[in-house]
């Protein structure tokens, strides 16, 4: 039987992580066959703490460890749990998600069938459940709001681009070799992008189920978006053929009503009017369609600000990330 090895990074994840290895405690694959590298990277809660009891109380896994990412990065601490893992395979988990009972044991199946990367359907939920959280949670789910990623939503098994919480083959991190730590938020599309030119797949299989937990606030989740796109931006320097053309959409968006509002003080208004009316018709249908799958709530009136400003948000960080990204070369 193959021996599995759980890697989860974790900054400042005290509200999160105990559910977490709750969900490991509860997997349906022998747990004597089962590695957990719990990897801190200075938190300041009891995160840590948390680690360390686990470590205590658990003592029926295969073996645990608690790790240091001193360099705090999320990348280098996965580095470190490819450095340090045991198992036959490694399945990288973040820290805010949740899991099935029978995950490991999908993923497993899925490897012993011939495949060295495997993953499924990670779809968000959100924590303290209200009207306006469900709302958010609407926004975040939707092709419109998120991505067109098969990994939120694809029905079929098929072979993808990406995954989240995917189970990889030992060798293939000896064949491709580790996250590209001078990236943030992109290190996966990175790594994935080398493990494709190596030949390897990405086998999705939509019975394999795990769950991130969404930002319960506006605030932070259009700081997340911000984010993803500011990255994006750098990542062009980096490695451009590891980004889809659909991570820019947001980035035209907000150069197109730029220039839009530019011609509109200069005196041209239609190309604004045009704009704003074929967006706003787009956002509004899917809006709608967005509610027919998922439910009204008393603020799902609100959807169509909500995309704009998540639109705006990542656009906004990518052309921020690509000047960031002129300004580095410019002084090198």
């Known amino acids: 039987m193959m021996t599995v090895s759980i890697?989860?990074?974790?900054?400042?994840?005290?509200?999160?992580?105990?559910?977490?290895?709750?969900?490991?405690?509860?997997?349906?694959?022998?747990?004597?066959?089962?590695?957990?590298?719990?990897?801190?990277?200075?938190?300041?809660?009891?995160?840590?703490?948390?680690?360390?009891?686990?470590?205590?109380?658990?003592?029926?896994?295969?073996?645990?460890?608690?790790?240091?990412?001193?360099?705090?990065?999320?990348?280098?601490?996965?580095?470190?749990?490819?450095?340090?893992?045991?198992?036959?395979?490694?399945?990288?988990?973040?820290?805010?998600?949740?899991?099935?009972?029978?995950?490991?044991?999908?993923?497993?199946?899925?490897?012993?069938?011939?495949?060295?990367?495997?993953?499924?359907?990670?779809?968000?939920?959100?924590?303290?459940?209200?009207?306006?959280?469900?709302?958010?949670?609407?926004?975040?789910?939707?092709?419109?709001?998120?991505?067109?990623?098969?990994?939120?939503?694809?029905?079929?098994?098929?072979?993808?681009?990406?995954?989240?919480?995917?189970?990889?083959?030992?060798?293939?991190?000896?064949?491709?070799?580790?996250?590209?730590e001078n990236l943030g938020r992109t290190e996966d599309n990175e790594l994935h992008w080398r493990m494709r030119q190596a030949g390897y797949k990405f086998c999705f299989a939509p019975d394999i189920i795990s769950y991130q937990y969404a930002r319960s606030g506006l605030k932070k989740m259009l700081k997340q978006k911000y984010e993803n796109g500011y990255w994006i931006g750098l990542t062009v320097g980096v490695c451009p053929k590891c980004l889809s053309v659909f991570y820019f959409i947001p980035f035209c968006f907000v150069m197109a009503l730029f220039v839009s509002l530019l011609c509109f003080f200069m005196g041209t208004k239609c190309i604004l009017s045009v704009l704003l009316t074929v967006y706003g018709a787009v956002t509004i249908l899917m809006s709608f369609l967005t509610i027919v799958q998922n439910g009204f709530t008393k603020f799902s009136i609100l959807l169509p600000v909500l995309f704009f400003l998540l639109h705006c948000s990542y656009g906004i960080g990518t052309l921020l990330g690509i000047g960031e990204l002129l300004k580095k070369r410019n002084k090198s």
């Open 7 to 180: 890697g989860i990074v974790a900054l400042n994840e005290e509200e999160y992580l105990p559910s977490l290895l709750e969900n490991i405690e509860d997997q349906t694959y022998p747990h004597e066959n089962i590695e957990v590298l719990l990897i801190d990277s200075g938190s300041h809660d009891k995160t840590k703490d948390i680690m360390n009891n686990f470590k205590m109380k658990a003592a029926y896994f295969r073996n645990i460890e608690v790790l240091d990412n001193p360099k705090k990065k999320q990348a280098s601490g996965w580095n470190i749990a490819i450095q340090n893992f045991l198992g036959d395979i490694l399945i990288r988990i973040d820290a805010h998600s949740e899991i099935p009972k029978d995950f490991i044991e999908k993923n497993v199946k899925l490897i012993e069938s011939g495949e060295y990367i495997a993953g499924g359907l990670r779809p968000c939920k959100i924590i303290n459940e209200n009207a306006w959280t469900r709302t958010l949670l609407q926004a975040e789910n939707s092709m419109f709001g998120s991505s067109i990623n098969a990994c939120r939503r694809s029905k079929t098994k098929k072979y993808v681009k990406t995954m989240f919480h995917a189970a990889y083959r030992r060798e293939v991190f000896e064949k491709v070799g580790k996250f590209n």
